[in-house]
């Protein structure tokens, strides 16, 4: 019996010192504030691990609506909404809620997406109020890594030259230690409401 419970004990352990990437911890947005990342943003494109890509698989037209929590101000409502493969396709909505330690919040936020049981550390990282923000999540579970770096922009289409050094700066903060490959978010006819 007792061999049992050591032989337990060390393949527990093994599950939470799995030798994967563990999240970062990048430098957040200069100058941040809640109400310059207020309102709408499309997803240009997005680096993801499978696990991070639960909610966007098959999506298009991707969006984000980013408001103050009416029943509670110390958070934060992001409406994460996509159409299933097509733009007139079934509309899928994930609302998450940010909340901070630090008041007024610094662009570091953790997010819950019910039913997840386990908050995901959100990041503001670059924050251009008017035209372009990237955001990092990362959530470590049973000892896996699963994380996203969202290109943004207030428009459905950016510059490609700006997608490119937000890419090179998620690179210089080892946002992708796994090396995947950008996926753009198709725009095409999207229909937002």
Same mark, same amino acid.
């Given at each position: 019996?007792?061999?049992?419970?050591?032989?337990?004990?060390?393949? /527990?352990? =093994?599950?939470? &010192?799995?030798?994967?990437?563990?999240?970062? +911890?990048?430098?957040?947005?200069?100058?941040?504030?809640?109400? *310059?990342? +207020?309102?709408?943003?499309? %997803?240009? =494109?997005?680096? *993801?691990?499978?696990?991070?890509?639960?909610?966007?698989?098959?999506?298009?037209?991707?969006?984000?609506?980013? =408001?103050?929590?009416?029943?509670?101000?110390?958070? &934060?409502?992001?409406? @994460?909404?996509?159409?299933?493969?097509?733009?007139?396709?079934?509309?899928?909505?994930?609302?998450? +809620? /940010? #909340?901070? @330690?630090?008041?007024?919040?610094?662009?570091?936020?953790?997010?819950?997406?019910?039913?997840?049981?386990?908050?995901? !550390?959100?990041?503001?990282?670059?924050? *251009? +109020? @008017?035209?372009?923000?990237?955001?990092?999540?990362?959530?470590? %579970?049973?000892?896996?890594? @699963?994380?996203?770096?969202?290109?943004?922009?207030?428009?459905? #289409?950016?510059?490609?030259?700006?997608?490119?050094?937000?890419?090179?700066? !998620? %690179?210089?903060?080892?946002?992708?230690?796994?090396?995947?490959?950008?996926?753009?978010?198709?725009?095409?006819?999207?229909?937002? &409401?």
């Amino acid at each position: 019996m007792r061999l049992i419970y050591l032989v337990s004990l060390f393949l /527990l352990e =093994g599950v939470y &010192t799995w030798p994967d990437a563990p999240c970062r +911890t990048p430098p957040p947005a200069a100058n941040y504030t809640l109400e *310059q990342y +207020t309102g709408r943003w499309f %997803e240009i =494109g997005k680096v *993801q691990t499978s696990g991070g890509a639960f909610f966007e698989k098959d999506c298009v037209c991707t969006h984000i609506d980013v =408001g103050q929590s009416r029943k509670d101000p110390s958070e &934060t409502i992001v409406s @994460n909404i996509c159409n299933k493969k097509t733009f007139d396709g079934k509309r899928i909505i994930a609302n998450g +809620t /940010l #909340t901070s @330690n630090r008041q007024p919040s610094d662009g570091r936020y953790n997010e819950t997406i019910f039913p997840a049981p386990i908050p995901v !550390a959100y990041n503001i990282i670059v924050l *251009q +109020t @008017n035209e372009f923000s990237v955001e990092y999540d990362c959530v470590v %579970e049973f000892g896996f890594a @699963n994380y996203c770096v969202h290109i943004l922009s207030r428009r459905p #289409t950016l510059n490609e030259t700006v997608v490119e050094n937000l890419l090179k700066l !998620a %690179e210089q903060y080892d946002l992708n230690p796994e090396k995947l490959k950008f996926t753009r978010t198709n725009q095409t006819n999207c229909i937002y &409401t």
